[in-house]
């Protein structure tokens, strides 16, 4: 599946996305928010991406900038039909940070999961330290519910507290 943007594309990721992914995972702006990861990590859910989504499984897209990986976004399908929303996460390579790239792989999955999907609610939780992302993630529309506190353990082991932000169709 691709998506696009104005300056992007969101597309399913290949196996050989995995060395980059993972080398944009050990970058220390992206993990100090997503934690360590082993390139076999990566290399799995690379993989898993390829078979059709079930439950809570997340969808992932690596987003791709003039031809280059510039990190990956994704979506969880959370809830039976009553409770019906989905989750969003993203991270951005150092480099293509800054520059509202972030902002725009959300407009994009957000048309996507409420036009094409038909989802009137989207969730995401950045860690309340997280200051870029919640700016980020308010530009395009979430607003804050609450915070989680201790909802997070982050690389060096202690417990951060989380922000709960909802994107809500009127």
Known sequence: MELRGDRLILRTPAAADARRLWEIHCEPSVERWWG????????????????????????????EVGGEIAGMIQYAELGDED??????????SEGFQGRGLGRESIEVLVRHLTADLGHHRLVIDPAVANERAVRCYEAVGFRPVGVMRRYQRMADGNWADGLLMEFVLD
């Open 36 to 63: 360590p990861h082993t390139l076999a990590e990566v290399e799995q859910e690379v993989a898993d991406a390829t078979k059709p989504p079930t439950g809570d499984d997340s969808v992932p897209f690596v987003i």
């Open 83 to 92: 409770f019906r929303h989905a989750a969003i996460d993203l991270f951005l």
